[in-house]
């Protein structure tokens, strides 16, 4: 079994920053790729950003050159850099694993229970 579990939301005000982690833990042979999502009350999800099992990193448009990902080297353990954060990214952040379970052809995708980042002065 698979879990994620993040931590390091908050309230923060705006203009501020905060660093979100999201740990990978249980029985598995690689992750091939983690990312965040996020989603404001009464609004769809968003992508945010991802990190890919070869280092390389994609962020949305909507949070480029203020949000960062990376991850730990065990590759286990994935972060959000957030910074400049606005009102409007109030929202719950979630983590996304893109997971194999063995070294078969499939994927499974796993989510975290989602972290809370309130951005309000």
């Known amino acids: 079994q698979v879990q994620l579990v993040e931590s390091g939301g908050g309230l923060v005000q705006p203009g501020g920053s905060l660093r979100l982690s999201c740990a990978v833990s249980?029985?598995?042979?690689?992750?091939?790729?983690m990312g965040w999502y996020r989603q404001a009350p009464g609004k769809e999800r968003e992508w945010v950003a991802r990190?890919?099992?070869?280092?390389?990193?994609s962020v949305a448009d909507s949070v480029k050159d203020r949000f960062t990902i990376s991850r730990d080297n065990a590759k286990t353990t994935a972060y959000l850099h957030m910074k400049y954060l606005k009102p409007e990214e109030t929202a719950v952040y979630l983590c996304?694993?893109?997971?194999?379970?063995?070294?078969?052809?499939?994927?499974?995708?796993?989510w975290g229970q989602g972290t809370q980042v309130t951005v309000s002065s």
């Open positions: 249980g029985n598995f042979f690689t992750i091939n790729h």
């Open positions: 996304n694993a893109n997971v194999q379970p063995a070294p078969i052809p499939f994927r499974y995708d796993y």
């Open positions: 990190i890919n099992s070869d280092g390389t990193t």
